[in-house]
């Protein structure tokens, strides 16, 4: 895996995760000393065959309630050894593990952290007590920070209907906290969809990068397409049907609430001229020039189709602008016409 990537040009980074019994006080209090370090150990030990592998860093999973995040949080975290109590304690297992990786992989390996600004329930992880997690953690020597928050118990944690610029980047008033207080990179998480958004971000300082999930599961080349300057928003909507599909065991993939066709091309300028008898009313050909996708790559081509009532029933083959077939068939129906008036000039 880690060498299609790199063979496509791309970097990969894989994330650590150890989920634990999920959200047990019991389990987590139960947890012997010994088992704690032999955690912070094995961290140490998947980071090294991540290194191996090929991958070029990891990311220590210590958000949404999973071992690492259930430790940091009080509601669940009630030890009353050097683990649990206050914020320096509870934060102990996952420096530890930070530790534990940091001396696998060498000084130089990119190993990142995933945390919640807050765990948003009754006696959760506060944003006072994340940032000083995260100080530790930049003390601790990792070399970049992922922002996110919530625990899988929340009814609402994967937002759904992210209709509008202003639904995106929930979390991004506490981010504007961690920037003030740590100096490693930020990446920020949460409903991002759109490309205005992700540069405003960036250029008033609340992040230094952008992640983003669902939106690729729909639309994997969406960054090229914003590239090729199609810079409408990613097409997600943010139904979770994909989240559902996983947790099925399906895999992860887009499922539409309502089955459509992948679109692949993206109109800038439009003409629609009404089609005449025999095609029956409300007939028209649309003729456009935008971009398409072709093999991961969007050229400016220019396209006709049929529509009916509004809606598109044929789609046309597309011709890239000024290639030699857009030339070429340009210069048959050119000919064809010219044929066609000589053939009726002469009746």
């Not at 530790?136 to 759904?160: C, H, T, V, W, Y």
């Not at 509008?164 to 998480?189: H, M, T, W, Y």
């Not at 030339?327 to 009726?344: C, G, M, R």
Request: neutral net charge.
């Amino acid at each position: 895996m880690t060498d299609r990537v790199h063979e496509q040009g791309g970097r990969i980074v894989l994330q650590l995760g150890y989920g634990g019994s999920y959200l047990s006080k019991a389990r987590l209090r139960n947890l012997t000393l010994s088992d704690i370090q032999d955690m912070a150990r094995d961290y140490g030990l998947a980071a090294l065959k991540a290194k191996k592998a090929g991958f070029d860093g990891v990311q220590i999973f210590a958000a949404h309630g999973f071992l690492l995040s259930q430790f940091l949080c009080p509601r669940y975290n009630d030890r009353t050894d050097e683990y649990g109590g206050s914020v320096e304690n509870r934060a102990r297992a996952l420096l530890e593990a930070t530790r534990a990786v940091r001396d696998a992989v060498g000084a130089t390996y990119p190993v990142l952290t995933k945390i919640n600004c807050r765990d948003f329930v009754e006696n959760g992880l506060t944003l006072e007590d994340s940032l000083k997690v995260s100080v530790m953690l930049e003390k601790a020597g990792i070399d970049a920070i992922e922002l996110s928050g919530g625990l899988l118990n929340l009814p609402n944690l994967m937002r759904e209907g992210i209709d509008s610029e202003e639904d995106e980047a929930g979390f991004k008033n506490e981010a504007k906290a961690f920037k003030e207080r740590i100096s490693v990179p930020l990446l920020l998480v949460g409903g991002i969809r759109s490309l205005s958004v992700a540069e405003k971000l960036i250029e008033e300082g609340y992040a230094d990068y952008i992640s983003m999930c669902r939106p690729f599961i729909r639309e994997p080349n969406l960054i090229n397409r914003w590239k090729s300057g199609d810079r409408r928003k990613a097409t997600c909507i943010s139904c979770n049907n994909c989240i559902q599909e996983a947790r099925s065991g399906e895999g992860l993939r887009c499922v539409p609430k309502k089955e459509e066709p992948s679109e692949t091309f993206f109109p800038e300028i439009s003409k629609t001229v009404p089609a005449s008898p025999p095609l029956p009313p409300g007939t028209a050909y649309r003729i456009s020039i935008g971009i398409e996708d072709w093999n991961s790559s969007f050229l400016p081509v220019v396209k006709i189709e049929t529509v009916i009532d509004k809606e598109v029933t044929n789609r046309s083959t597309s011709f890239p602008l000024g290639s030699k077939d857009h030339e070429t068939v340009a210069k048959a129906i050119d000919a064809l016409l010219k044929k066609h008036n000589d053939i009726h000039s002469k009746d």
